[in-house]
C-alpha cells in the first residue's frame, strides 16, 4: 500500500477495496507487533510503516471504525456486543474478523499487524490462515519494558475531562498543573490508569504472552526490543534489528 493508505478493505472486510492501489515490490514484509500496554506500539507500528512501506492493520481501529454501523458482519457485531458487556472476545470471533479481511494479508504492501494474535490458539489459526493464503510472516517484534516502567507511563498520564487530551506529568506535562492548555477544561487520572490497575492489567498481559513469545521464538521470527527512550530511537533500534534477522540491507 501507499504511505497513507485509507485502509477501507481492514477496517470494512473483503468486499470493499482500498482506495490506494497495491505497490508493487521486490519484496514484502509481514511483522507481528507484541507489547504491553503503554509500550507505543501504535507510535511504533506506523513509524514502520513509513519506512518500509507496509499497511498498519490495527485491531483497535478496525473496532473503532464498526463502533455504531449498522452494515458490520456479524462475527464484528458479535465482537462488538462482548466488547459491551465487559467480556473478551473469543479466539474464534477475532479469528473470523481476521480472515474476513483475507485480501489485506495478501496484499502486496505487506503489513504490521498490530493486536493479534494475543493467545496461544490466535497465534496457531493465525499461522494456518497465512499458510492456506499462501504467506508467512518475515518477523514478530516484541517490545520488552519492565513493569515499573509502564506503570509510570500509565499513572502519569491525564486526560481533560472536556476535550479528552492526553498529558503526561512528566514526559508531556500541561503549562498549568491541572489545566488542558486547549480548552481550560480540568485534567483526571482515569481509574484504569491507577498504579494497582495498571499492576493488575499487567500481570494479566504477561501471563497470555508469554506462550506467544516461546511460540514465535521457537519457529525462529521473534525480534525482541527494548522499548526504552524516544519513539524515534525505538524505531531506530527496531529497523537495525529487523534488518539482521531478515538479512537485508535497507528498506
Request: glycine share 8%.
Amino acid at each position: 500500500m501507499s504511505h497513507d493508505p485509507d485502509r477501507l478493505a481492514w477496517l470494512r472486510g473483503d468486499e470493499f477495496s482500498c482506495v490506494e492501489p497495491a505497490v508493487s515490490r521486490e519484496r514484502r514484509y509481514r511483522l507481528v507487533l507484541l507489547g504491553p500496554p503503554g509500550v507505543g506500539k501504535g507510535t511504533q507500528a506506523k513509524m514502520l510503516c513509513e519506512r518500509m512501506g507496509t499497511c498498519h492493520l490495527s485491531t483497535g481501529d478496525l473496532f473503532r471504525a464498526n463502533e455504531g454501523t449498522e452494515d458490520a458482519s456479524p462475527a464484528m457485531a458479535a465482537a462488538l456486543d462482548a466488547m459491551h458487556r465487559g467480556e473478551l472476545v473469543s479466539d474464534d470471533l477475532v479469528m473470523s474478523m481476521l480472515r474476513e479481511r483475507s485480501n489485506c494479508l495478501r496484499c502486496s504492501g505487506g503489513f504490521v499487524l498490530d493486536g493479534i494474535p494475543r493467545t496461544l490458539a490466535q497465534a496457531e489459526s493465525l499461522e494456518k490462515t497465512l499458510g492456506d493464503l499462501g504467506v508467512e510472516l518475515d518477523a514478530v517484534i516484541s517490545y520488552d519494558l519492565p513493569l515499573d516502567e509502564v506503570v509510570n507511563r500509565f499513572s502519569g498520564r491525564r486526560t481533560c475531562s472536556s476535550c479528552k487530551a492526553v498529558y503526561h506529568l512528566t514526559a508531556n506535562p500541561p503549562q498549568a498543573a491541572g489545566i488542558c492548555d486547549d480548552c481550560g477544561g480540568e485534567l483526571m487520572q482515569r481509574d484504569d490508569d491507577q498504579p494497582e490497575t495498571i499492576r493488575v492489567r499487567m500481570h494479566a498481559y504477561t501471563a497470555a504472552t508469554q506462550p506467544l513469545v516461546q511460540y514465535y521464538s521457537e519457529r525462529d521470527k521473534l525480534v525482541s526490543i527494548d522499548g526504552h527512550g524516544r519513539p524515534e530511537e525505538i524505531a531506530d533500534r527496531t529497523l537495525a534489528a529487523l534488518k539482521k534477522h531478515m538479512a537485508v540491507e535497507s528498506f
